[in-house]
């Protein structure tokens, strides 16, 4: 992307996808700065980096050069609400604002875009696929929607490469912003309905995300993608299938066995076999999402040999089953899992990896309207844990709905043992229960609580 402007200014700079965006116009030499509601590790780097962010919605924290239209570029988040003060100045004061998805969608642009889209999965197999292409010969930049544990950002960048990684967000029909020369859908379930209003409309935006790939595209299905999806694509797109254990799809793994911390498996592919795969990633689900990162791979250019390297060397995504202590008295696990069909995923593979130990599992509820939608079905996933604990609603965009709680999960779920928690609790209750396994679920502030629970586990370990 070419720009005019010699400023860009964020407004909520510290989103995962946002901060991806600043750290590419940080690196091509632009000044950047932003706002964003709360300090967190995300934001704490992008200053480390050279970035300045402020966290008070005030004009005064604004920087002079970012004040004049003329030079400055504003970029903003939908999760910032319509009164924000800044956003308003920029909005009345005849400046170019535009959305983070117009933004990634610009920075696509005569790019071979490879977008991974999908109600869940879509940050690890987008991830994966930037690890595997980063080997090859053409390389690849990436804008992730989490931190790559091989990058150690959510950034990856060559500037000389043709393709460009990107993870592709359904929430605000983001994703209709981006034209994929190769696109994947992993999954397509009930989600953000107060942006939707219903889950026709959301699949209908699928099919015009699939449908807005370049002419002769390749399109790679999850293995349930719906019927009523696959029969109102485009006919020219080059449609392909993944699973696992399943020869009807074109890419599947298969011979797989579980032993000394590793996943090892073959992916039959419609270019030959990729064999002996030994991934470090545990459960069926993160083996299906390495199945469609080799599928995305192999269409563009990759090798057996660049896949199953790729493969071996990924170290995973911070809050994908993300071990965060393992020891002979304590495993705990911190994953992003926010939506019911993610929270199966992840405790399945949990089960399958750990199938005697206790679970203990910590959710915090993640939008009022998200909780209102789907409590019955949160509370049939997290019924698998042995003991439960609830943390209050994260709120995020929202204001609260009557009557809506964590309760209304609670009283559903079929956990031996449950509680409501508040944050300010949770270590004097964690103390109390002693667990054998822990997992912390939640894409709300959760991920802030990891690192004390992380450090008062280690200390109890005597």
């Known amino acids: 992307m070419k720009s005019k402007f010699a400023n860009i200014y964020f407004v909520g700079i510290g989103g995962i996808g946002m901060s991806a965006i600043a750290r590419y116009f940080n690196a091509c030499g632009y000044n950047v700065a932003g706002y964003d509601r709360t300090r967190s590790d995300v934001c704490d780097n992008l200053e480390k980096e050279g970035i300045q962010v402020h966290y008070e919605d005030n004009l005064d924290l604004v920087g002079s050069c970012y004040k004049d239209k003329e030079t400055t570029l504003v970029i903003y988040t939908p999760a910032i609400p319509a009164d924000h003060t800044e956003l308003t100045f920029f909005r009345q004061n005849g400046f170019r604002v535009i959305k983070r998805a117009e933004a990634l969608g610009h920075l696509c642009e005569g790019k071979n875009c490879l977008a991974v889209a999908g109600t869940h999965g879509k940050t690890s197999i987008s991830t ?127 011979n797989i066995s579980y032993g000394n911390g590793l996943c090892v498996f073959d992916i039959k592919t419609p270019f030959g076999t990729v064999e002996g795969i030994k991934y470090r990633i545990g459960g069926r689900h993160n083996i299906e999402n ?97 003991t439960l604990i609830l943390l209050p609603i994260y709120p995020a965009r929202e204001l609260p709905i009557e009557g809506v709680t964590s309760s209304l999960i609670y009283d559903n779920c079929k956990a031996k043992e449950k509680y409501l928690c508040e944050k300010a609790d949770l270590i004097d209750l964690i103390g109390k229960l002693k667990p054998e396994l822990l997992l912390t679920m939640g894409a709300g502030d959760i991920d802030r609580l990891v690192k004390p629970i992380k450090e008062f586990l280690s200390g109890n370990e005597n």
């Open 128 to 254: 994966i696929t930037s690890c595997i292409m980063a080997g090859t010969k053409e390389k690849c930049s990436a804008f992730l929607g989490g931190i790559s544990k091989n990058f150690s950002s959510n950034l990856h960048l060559e500037p000389q490469s043709k393709n460009v990684v990107v993870e592709a967000d359904e929430f605000d029909r983001s994703f209709l912003h981006l034209s994929p020369s190769t696109a994947l859908i992993s999954h397509i379930e009930a989600d953000h309905l107060d942006i939707y209003g219903t889950y026709e409309n959301m699949e209908a935006a699928f099919v015009e995300f699939a449908n807005g790939s370049t002419q002769n595209g390749n399109l790679v299905l999850g293995p349930d993608i719906p019927e009523s999806v696959k029969t109102r694509l485009r006919k020219d797109l080059n449609v392909y299938s993944y699973g696992v254990d399943n020869p009807d799809f074109d890419f599947y793994a298969t």
């Open 290 to 386: 390495a199945v469609g990162a080799t599928a995305v791979s192999m269409l563009n250019g990759a090798s057996a040999d660049e896949v199953r390297n790729g493969l071996e060397n990924f170290m995973g995504v911070l809050r994908r089953f993300d071990i965060q202590l393992q020891t002979p008295k304590c495993v705990f696990i911190d994953d992003y899992a926010h939506h019911p069909g993610e929270i199966s995923a992840f405790l399945g593979a949990v089960k399958q990896i750990y199938p005697q130990k206790k679970i203990t599992g910590i959710f915090q509820p993640h939008l009022y309207s998200r909780t209102n939608d789907f409590y019955m079905d949160f509370a049939k996933s997290l019924s698998v844990c042995d």
